[in-house]
């Protein structure tokens, strides 16, 4: 019997549906930006993607450095950087794929979600993909009491910077990306609401 968990990991049953519809191959350079101990990295280190993760947290950024051993030890532990995502340490161009998943809406205000949305793109090839989930306010706008500009407290207790339809099709624009999907959101029991947004960076 095939141990799904064993090949695949934690990961976000988000990010692998885009693995089911046939978005990556082997010869990708991915990079999660924000990657935590790297429960979205299992597959893609198993299958021989040339992969990367950046995050704040040393003890992440050691945790999945050991995991890239044990799983794909052809990959330097360079590879994996103490590093925020609005100041990237790769050349521009550098990645085919680039994951953000649960990291943007930790946005201070919106300008430091333009600069962490801006880093990712420079680092994205042309017809590169993104792919983010973040917290939204699609579906519970009369449960969030409103803190500052883009900050609310959620009905889970949390304090989050949080987009909506409206921002996230001005995002796509300028980052001069076009949808590879609709936007999906998950209403997590009127606590929080998590969008999925998937872009491909146009040819310039």
Partial sequence: MINVREIFGEIDIYLFDQILKN??????????????????????????????????????????????????????????????????????????????????????????????????RRVLKPTGLLFARLASTIGIEDKLVKIAERRYLLPDGSERFLVDEEMLISATESFGGTFVEPLKTTNVQNLRAMTTWVIRKNEF
Avoid: W
């Fill in 23 to 120: 978005r990556f191959t082997p010869e990708m350079k991915i990079l999660d930006a924000g990657c935590g101990g790297g429960r979205n990295l299992v597959y893609f280190l198993r299958s021989g993607f040339r992969v990367f993760g950046i995050d704040r947290n040393a003890a992440a950024i050691e945790h999945v450095r050991e995991l890239a051993q044990m799983l794909a030890p052809n990959i330097p532990p360079e590879n994996f950087q103490i590093a925020a995502v609005e100041e990237l340490p790769f050349p521009d161009k550098y990645f085919d794929v680039v994951i953000s998943s649960a990291v943007l809406h930790f946005a201070d205000d919106e300008r430091h979600f333009d600069q962490m949305l801006r880093e990712m």
